[in-house]
């Protein structure tokens, strides 16, 4: 195995492409002037404080640290991207740990904190703002003084004071009409959810129920309280709300676009409008690459990439996302194609985009060389590049972090045949990841197909006997599972029982939808309940393998007209099941 040479700008395969990594980073000379600020939570005398402390502090975050005229201020999903990195667990931070912090966002200023209580009632907000270059000597102190209410209506001017003492310039900050109850609430849970957590239905509730009332209800109502089956009207409505409460701040776009970046679509007027207002923030930019993915104009999405790097040059993440912006570029050439469909003078440009990927991807790691997250991103970025050296980054990222999502996900990727070809290096990738299913998307079906085609059934019933043990709760895993008893065992006892589980987990699965729908024709005779099943799968999914199942039922049900019309609905969606038998059935040609 070849160990990565963290300082390395060239491997065999880039060299081939005559692009040299390091000319690709050193030509984007960052933009002068630029400004940018954390604000982290604040340490409370009292424990039971800590919730609306949080809730103040981010309040102050969003509408300072997003005000557009900063350029390098920290996302607000990130905050939990430096647990890992930093050793810590919560945005409690202050001394060199907060000045460790600033640094790993690329930040020119933070700010610390402290919730003093004074008596029952009665508190002082204390704030420190430092700058990242001279941490130890506070450039501005506020206080607000008094009771919860007292503080609340001070958060304004407070916000106000910092960007003018960033940023020079003079800010207009919103008022708010949150309650203290209401500011607890939004401090209670972290930034943004890790996989395996989940908010009480009380709370979401809640959240949804104030979203209206403030931009900060708004954002944390969108990272904590949609489910994962996301109703797209809510979710829209939930971005159109956020754009009218903060119209002006780069923060917003910014999580508007990293969560869903479709939801930009109908909003790209104004936010290019804003972009153009302020061209050297690195949040706006990385809104417009968003965009410009949503649109599949990945060459855009890489010049407004370079634009956010160039803002903020050392924050690792906008790094990481312009190694993404080349690979939604280098999708757009190939379109889905394998290798072998490629033509000569595409991958001339190929190779070309890809060693730029990955030289985005090893400065990610250069600056944070502590986070698995961009050891994992490198590994996806160098495979393309050098197999080499992608499982080496992948094996820097677990040694880091045994858990990151992105490291266990990649590295199941990275042993598939058309990789490495290392079916025991797969097979122990597979065995850990279903060890963590808990604290990842597991993807059992992947699973399935790579060792049923390596004939290794051993490993794969124990890998997903595990994996539903470790995560009983996931759906997909249940569904899955369930399908490997029902269809290669046999075992209708064991499946039954899991599909009813994946759709008490999820009532949309369409696997598990499909697999008691077979169920129930095959095996109880229950055509009515087993048509109405097929129907649903279809409608939850319409691909190919579900127009098929539902085109065999109907014609082996004496509707061969309607069956024949799905099997060539299937054909059309690239369904080449030879053996399936909706063509016998239908008399249609696989």
Same mark, same amino acid.
């Given at each position: 195995?070849?160990?990565?040479?963290?300082?390395?700008?060239?491997?065999?395969?880039?060299?081939?492409?005559?692009?040299?990594?390091?000319?690709?980073?050193?030509?984007?000379?960052?933009?002068?002037?630029?400004?940018?600020?954390?604000?982290?939570?604040?340490?409370?005398?009292?424990?039971?404080?800590?919730?609306?402390?949080?809730?103040?502090?981010?309040? *102050?975050?969003?509408?300072?640290?997003?005000?557009?005229?900063?350029?390098?201020?920290? @996302?607000?999903?990130? !905050?939990?991207?430096?647990?890992?990195?930093?050793?810590?667990?919560?945005?409690?931070?202050?001394?060199?740990?907060?000045?460790?912090?600033?640094?790993?966002?690329?930040?020119?200023?933070?700010?610390?904190?402290?919730?003093?209580?004074?008596?029952?009632?009665?508190?002082?907000?204390?704030?420190?703002?430092?700058?990242?270059?001279?941490?130890?000597?506070? *450039?501005?102190?506020?206080?607000?003084?008094?009771?919860?209410?007292?503080?609340?209506?001070?958060?304004?001017?407070?916000?106000?004071?910092?960007?003018?003492?960033?940023?020079?310039?003079?800010?207009?900050?919103?008022?708010?009409?949150?309650?203290?109850?209401?500011?607890?609430?939004?401090?209670?849970?972290?930034?943004?959810?890790?996989?395996?957590?989940?908010?009480?239905?009380?709370?979401?509730?809640?959240?949804?129920?104030?979203?209206?009332?403030?931009?900060?209800?708004?954002?944390?109502?969108?990272?904590?309280? !949609?489910?994962?089956?996301?109703?797209?009207?809510?979710?829209?409505?939930?971005?159109?709300?956020?754009?009218?409460?903060?119209?002006?701040?780069?923060?917003?776009?910014?999580?508007?676009?990293?969560?869903? +970046?479709?939801?930009?679509?109908?909003?790209?007027?104004?936010?290019?409008?804003?972009?153009?207002?302020? @061209?050297?923030?690195?949040?706006?930019?990385?809104?417009?690459?968003?965009?410009?993915?949503?649109?599949?104009?990945?060459?855009?999405?890489?010049?407004?990439?370079?634009?956010?790097?160039?803002?903020?040059?050392?924050?690792?993440?906008?790094?990481?996302?312009?190694?993404?912006?080349?690979?939604?570029?280098?999708?757009?050439?190939?379109?889905?194609?394998?290798?072998?469909?490629?033509?000569?003078?595409?991958?001339?440009?190929?190779?070309?985009?890809?060693?730029?990927?990955?030289?985005?991807?090893?400065?990610?790691?250069?600056?944070?060389?502590?986070?698995?997250?961009?050891?994992? +991103?490198?590994?996806?970025?160098?495979? !393309?590049?050098?197999?080499?050296?992608? *499982?080496?980054?992948?094996?820097?990222?677990?040694?880091?972090?045994?858990?990151? @999502?992105?490291?266990?996900?990649?590295?199941?990727?990275?042993?598939?045949?058309?990789?490495?070809?290392?079916?025991?290096?797969?097979?122990?990738?597979?065995?850990?990841?279903?060890?963590?299913?808990?604290?990842?998307? !597991?993807?059992?079906?992947?699973?399935?197909?790579?060792?049923?085609?390596?004939?290794?059934?051993?490993?794969?019933?124990?890998?997903?006997?595990?994996?539903?043990?470790?995560?009983?709760?996931?759906?997909?895993?249940?569904?899955?599972?369930?399908?490997?008893?029902?269809?290669?065992?046999?075992?209708?006892?064991?499946?039954?029982?899991?599909?009813?589980?994946?759709?008490?987990?999820?009532?949309?699965?369409?696997?598990?939808?499909?697999?008691?729908?077979?169920?129930?024709?095959?095996?109880?005779?229950?055509?009515?309940?087993?048509?109405?099943?097929?129907?649903?799968?279809?409608?939850?999914?319409?691909?190919?393998?579900?127009?098929?199942?539902?085109?065999?039922?109907?014609?082996?049900?004496?509707?061969?007209?309607?069956?024949?019309?799905?099997?060539?609905?299937?054909?059309? *969606?690239?369904?080449?099941?030879?053996?399936?038998?909706?063509?016998?059935?239908?008399?249609?040609?696989?």
């Amino acid at each position: 195995m070849a160990r990565i040479a963290v300082n390395a700008v060239q491997s065999k395969n880039v060299a081939a492409t005559n692009a040299d990594p390091a000319l690709y980073v050193g030509a984007l000379t960052p933009f002068q002037g630029g400004t940018g600020l954390v604000v982290f939570d604040p340490v409370c005398d009292a424990p039971g404080d800590n919730a609306f402390g949080a809730g103040l502090t981010r309040w *102050l975050h969003l509408h300072g640290a997003g005000h557009a005229t900063l350029e390098q201020s920290a @996302p607000w999903g990130t !905050f939990r991207n430096m647990e890992q990195p930093l050793g810590v667990s919560n945005a409690q931070l202050t001394g060199p740990k907060a000045h460790e912090g600033a640094n790993y966002f690329g930040v020119t200023h933070f700010v610390t904190s402290r919730l003093r209580r004074l008596g029952a009632e009665n508190f002082r907000l204390e704030l420190s703002l430092h700058t990242t270059k001279a941490p130890e000597k506070p *450039l501005l102190s506020l206080q607000a003084t008094g009771g919860r209410d007292k503080i609340i209506a001070q958060l304004p001017a407070m916000a106000a004071k910092l960007v003018q003492a960033v940023d020079g310039k003079a800010a207009a900050m919103p008022k708010t009409s949150l309650s203290a109850s209401d500011f607890a609430l939004l401090g209670k849970y972290p930034h943004k959810l890790k996989y395996e957590e989940t908010v009480a239905p009380a709370d979401a509730k809640q959240l949804l129920a104030m979203q209206h009332k403030d931009a900060l209800a708004a954002l944390v109502a969108r990272r904590l309280a !949609f489910n994962d089956n996301r109703d797209s009207s809510a979710w829209f409505e939930n971005a159109r709300t956020l754009a009218r409460l903060a119209p002006q701040n780069a923060l917003v776009w910014s999580d508007i676009a990293n969560q869903d +970046e479709q939801r930009l679509v109908p909003f790209a007027t104004p936010l290019e409008t804003l972009a153009a207002k302020y @061209p050297h923030s690195a949040l706006l930019a990385f809104a417009e690459m968003k965009l410009a993915s949503s649109r599949n104009q990945g060459a855009a999405g890489v010049q407004h990439a370079e634009r956010a790097v160039r803002a903020a040059p050392r924050n690792a993440l906008m790094w990481q996302f312009l190694s993404d912006a080349h690979a939604d570029q280098a999708g757009d050439i190939r379109r889905g194609r394998y290798a072998r469909n490629v033509r000569r003078d595409e991958w001339q440009k190929l190779n070309a985009i890809y060693a730029n990927g990955y030289a985005s991807a090893l400065q990610a790691t250069r600056l944070a060389p502590k986070d698995a997250l961009m050891w994992a +991103e490198l590994a996806s970025a160098a495979t !393309f590049v050098d197999v080499d050296e992608g *499982l080496a980054a992948l094996d820097k990222a677990l040694q880091l972090d045994p858990n990151n @999502p992105a490291a266990l996900s990649w590295g199941m990727q990275l042993t598939q045949t058309k990789w490495t070809g290392d079916i025991e290096r797969y097979v122990a990738f597979a065995r850990d990841a279903a060890k963590r299913a808990d604290k990842f998307p !597991f993807n059992a079906y992947h699973v399935i197909n790579v060792l049923r085609a390596a004939e290794r059934t051993q490993d794969l019933v124990w890998i997903l006997e595990t994996a539903h043990k470790t995560a009983p709760k996931n759906a997909s895993i249940c569904a899955e599972l369930g399908q490997w008893y029902h269809y290669n065992d046999r075992n209708y006892a064991k499946a039954r029982p899991l599909y009813h589980a994946a759709l008490k987990i999820n009532p949309q699965n369409a696997s598990a939808v499909n697999g008691l729908a077979d169920l129930t024709y095959f095996v109880d005779g229950n055509n009515a309940e087993a048509e109405r099943l097929y129907r649903l799968a279809y409608k939850l999914r319409p691909d190919g393998y579900n127009a098929a199942n539902l085109g065999r039922f109907l014609a082996l049900t004496g509707r061969k007209a309607e069956g024949v019309k799905l099997a060539n609905e299937a054909k059309t *969606l690239g369904f080449e099941d030879k053996n399936h038998q909706v063509w016998g059935a239908t008399g249609v040609s696989p």
